[in-house]
């Protein structure tokens, strides 16, 4: 493919992907395909003569689209949603034209210079302590990350190398072994899986704090569980807060938290994976009330706010905090103007040496949008799960089961978990709309997240209406069911 074809071939694609989502609304949400679908489908070895591009395409339509869960849907309620927008796709064709390998300021200047400018713009919009911002001279700054479990096993690394190096300054005879086997990480039970990876990948022990009423973590539960330790031999070192919790969006209580972490000298890190988009709303700052304790922060605004995956932000309050703990300097790597204080080689903030230039999705995004686009985005969600709030209220059959305050909206029908499961599987059967489950207090329950950024209202409408017709023939069916046996 030469330069001519390239030019014709990529406005195809461009006509193709904006047809798909214009489109999209007209296609099943969820494939009805089965595990190995697509191997009798392909040939068994790559073809030794090119193929046209016009087979290929063919073969997208043919192959690869029947066994696609569209997430950009508007009936697509899952999980919780990915951003997608035009902007974001546009400067990831950049991205990849340019091609750079950006581990190092020498590596692409511009690569690494914009997205510390760009977690700077970020962190302004969220109003973030002055200590997480790079500036001309700070000594924090922020980093994109490939995604939030990537960013909580970085941070949790990093406090375990500060922790040893203290430790072993204090006690010059101790080694590196016996102080792993001591340190202990904290998170709440309602904590995504990726923590509990984090520790399992990090070596040290993770405990759970048992959640309030509102499934948050709090002070009591925390303090109990760091004298308990501490009086056992053990050393806490690693706290994760999160706010908007995977299974209800639950907010862990950071004011409350934040002290104990700070007087007791422990890294807290706060997660903020989907919830973190929202904070640059006024009217859901005070959700990140209590930040300012934390020593690393960390959100995906490849998540809710319109930047294509991937680009996980996160901020630290002391940059030398990860440079201590990841820092190598090979020679091949080495180039002038580094530890001049002006750049910063981001190969030092994270896991993987190479890096795409994700910062001008962020660019791109935030100028084409602004922040009252963003914020407007935020807002349309929001209000539609409180109007899916209300359906569900107005029906005595179901019950919501968590507070809702952003975009998600838990919920099930009063009865048993027998009777809410095989009301998700004839909704996931159906394929008209697609939801996943959660667990609160050993309950089944469904989850119903505002996901894509082209639903409306009355996409709600119809997927509630949907779920309403679905219930009642599932309780008809039961209840012909008891008669039978009576």
Excluded at 175 to 191: F, H, M, N, P
Excluded at 381 to 399: G, T, W
């Amino acid at each position: 493919m030469n330069a001519s074809d390239f030019r014709r071939r990529g406005k195809e694609m461009v006509d193709y992907m904006a047809d798909y989502l214009e489109g999209i609304e007209g296609r099943q949400v969820y494939p009805d395909v089965q595990p190995g679908y697509l191997r009798p489908l392909i040939p068994a070895t790559a073809p030794q003569e090119p193929d046209t591009f016009e087979d290929i395409l063919q073969d997208v339509e043919k192959i690869i689209m029947p066994g696609v869960t569209h997430w950009h849907s508007p009936y697509f309620f899952a999980y919780f949603p990915t951003a997608s927008s035009y902007p974001a796709m546009l400067a990831d064709m950049l991205c990849g034209a340019i091609g750079c390998i950006g581990f190092s300021w020498a590596a692409s200047p511009a690569c690494t210079e914009l997205e510390t400018v760009m977690m700077d713009w970020l962190g302004k919009m969220l109003q973030l302590p002055e200590a997480f911002l790079a500036g001309e001279a700070g000594e924090g700054g922020g980093v994109i990350q490939g995604s939030a479990s990537e960013a909580t096993l970085v941070a949790l690394l990093a406090a375990r190398t500060k922790v040893t190096r203290r430790l072993q300054a204090a006690s010059p005879g101790l080694t590196q072994g016996a102080v792993l086997e001591k340190l202990v990480a904290y998170a709440s039970d309602q904590a995504h899986s990726s923590v509990e990876r984090a520790g399992l990948i990090g070596g040290v022990k993770l405990k759970a704090i048992p959640s309030d009423g509102k499934f948050a973590m709090r002070a009591s539960a925390l303090q109990e569980a760091l004298e308990r330790d501490k009086a056992a031999g053990l050393i806490p070192f690693f706290v994760v807060a999160t706010l908007g919790t995977t299974s209800c969006c639950s907010f862990d209580n950071l004011l409350e938290v934040g002290p104990i972490c700070h007087e007791e000298d422990i890294w807290l890190h706060v997660d903020a994976a989907y919830a973190g988009s929202a904070f640059i709303c006024p009217e859901f700052r005070h959700l990140l009330n209590g930040v300012e304790f934390a020593d690393s922060f960390n959100f995906n605004p490849h998540k809710w706010l319109l930047v294509n995956f991937d680009c996980s932000a996160m901020w630290v309050k002391r940059r030398t905090d990860l440079t201590g703990a990841f820092k190598l300097d090979p020679v091949y790597l080495k180039h002038s103007h580094q530890g001049s204080g002006l750049i910063t080689d981001y190969r030092h903030w994270q896991l993987p040496l190479g890096r795409r230039f994700r910062s001008l999705k962020m660019w791109f995004v935030f100028r084409m949008y602004g922040v009252k686009g963003l914020q407007a985005y935020i807002r349309k969600h929001v209000q539609l799960s409180h109007e899916f709030e209300a359906f569900v209220l107005q029906d005595p059959r179901f019950e919501v089961c968590a507070e809702v305050t952003l975009g998600l909206v838990c919920f099930r029908l009063k009865g048993s978990d027998g009777l809410n499961e095989a009301l998700l599987e004839r909704i996931n059967s159906a394929r008209k709309i697609h939801l996943v489950p959660c667990r609160l207090r050993g309950q089944f329950v469904l989850r119903f997240a505002i996901c894509s950024r082209k639903v409306e209202s009355g996409h709600v409408r119809l997927a509630w209406e949907h779920i309403r017709g679905l219930a009642a023939e599932l309780l008809a069916a039961e209840e012909g069911k008891a008669e039978i046996k009576s």
